[in-house]
């Protein structure tokens, strides 16, 4: 399993910005996945899921209205699309495969500053 995230970058408050997480090594229409995220001292924490078939999302409470999370099962994608982007948002943002084992991916800088 293979899990590469992508998309982080230096924004201003308030802008956007779309993640993308390509996953190969599994039958990816099969699975749910997840955005994580771990600021700087402090613990990795679920920002958003999406079912298997992109019918059921489910977000934390902070980014309700702000981020979407979709998915391409034809291409293995997930994307997290970050509007109105706020300093507490700043992060590294991690794509999960859930299971047992789960797998993650290495992760994405996201830094919100003016």
């Known amino acids: 399993v293979q899990v590469v995230e992508s998309g982080g970058g230096l924004v201003q408050p308030g802008g956007s910005l779309t993640l993308s997480c390509a996953a190969s090594g599994f039958t990816f229409s099969n699975f749910a996945m997840y955005w994580h995220r771990q600021a700087p001292g402090k613990e990795r924490e679920f920002v958003a899921l999406?079912?298997?078939?992109?019918?059921?999302?489910e977000y934390v409470d902070s980014v309700k209205g702000r981020f979407t999370i979709s998915r391409d099962n034809a291409k293995n994608l997930v994307y997290l699309q970050m509007n109105n982007l706020k300093p507490e948002d700043t992060a590294v943002y991690y794509c999960k495969v859930p299971g047992s084992p789960s797998y993650w991916g290495q992760g994405t800088q996201v830094t919100v500053s003016s």
């Open positions: 999406i079912n298997n078939g992109g019918t059921r999302t």
